[in-house]
T-cell receptor, first 114, second 113 residues
């Protein structure tokens, strides 16, 4: 049981490049989330998804797109990376009948845009 | 979901109890109080949650006031490995529907040797 798995763990991009962060969970959770965390700051919600096929904006959605590919997978795409998107990105999932609303997080993806 | 307020930082001596407060004065009747912690550079980790009654598990105790407007997370014997940012959030239970789960800035707990 791997929990929440994110890839890649580290990435360096040039300004204007695009990339996709992948996230998968094996806990049969309904809801999935993407957060970013800047140095010395708390977590800020980018997008979330109630179930496959549905997505909603969080606090800081500009510059990002998401896809809930199926119940397990929720990807985050940067179409044209900017230095302001340098951050640590965390994927999270929650809710099944066993675990309730406990949130499980991935280990983070460190992204640097130069 | 209700907002929470936490002090930005606290220190605690190793071996002593760490008491971390959280204010959630706008909490509604069907919202639970959850605590998570984030050790440097790692993903946040679940600690404990509760509705009305005090709760205890192998990691911590949670004390919720009778009016539910505030709570305290207690680490009974803090160790250096408990140094982390601690987040208090409130969340509705049971519907399974996604909603914005927002984390504030949390409390940076530093356990001193």
């Amino acid at each position: 049981n791997a929990g929440v798995t994110q890839t890649p763990k580290f990435q360096v991009l040039k300004t204007g490049q695009s990339m996709t962060l992948q996230c998968a969970q094996d806990m049969n959770h309904n809801s999935m989330y993407w957060y970013r965390q800047d140095p010395g700051m708390g977590l800020r919600l980018i997008y979330y998804s109630a179930s496959e096929g549905t997505t909603d904006k969080g606090e800081v959605p500009n510059g990002y797109n998401v896809s809930r590919l199926n119940k397990r997978e929720f990807s985050l795409r940067l179409e044209s990376a900017a230095p302001s998107q340098t951050s640590v990105y965390f994927c999270a999932s929650t809710w099944n009948r066993e675990s309730g609303n406990t949130i499980y997080f991935g280990e983070g993806s460190w992204l640097t845009v130069v | 979901d209700a907002k929470t307020t936490q002090p930005p930082s606290m220190d605690c001596a190793e071996g002593r109890a760490a008491n971390l407060p959280c204010n959630h004065s706008t909490i509604s009747g069907n919202e639970y109080v959850y605590w998570y912690r984030q050790i440097h550079s790692q993903g946040p980790q679940y600690i404990i949650h509760g509705l009305k009654n005090n709760e205890t598990n192998e990691m911590a105790s949670l004390i919720i006031t009778e009016d539910r407007k505030s709570s305290t997370l207690i680490l009974p014997h803090a160790t250096l490995r408990d140094t982390a940012v601690y987040y208090c959030i409130v969340s509705r239970e049971g519907t399974g529907s996604a909603r914005q789960l927002t984390f504030g800035s949390g409390t940076q707990l530093t356990v001193l040797p």
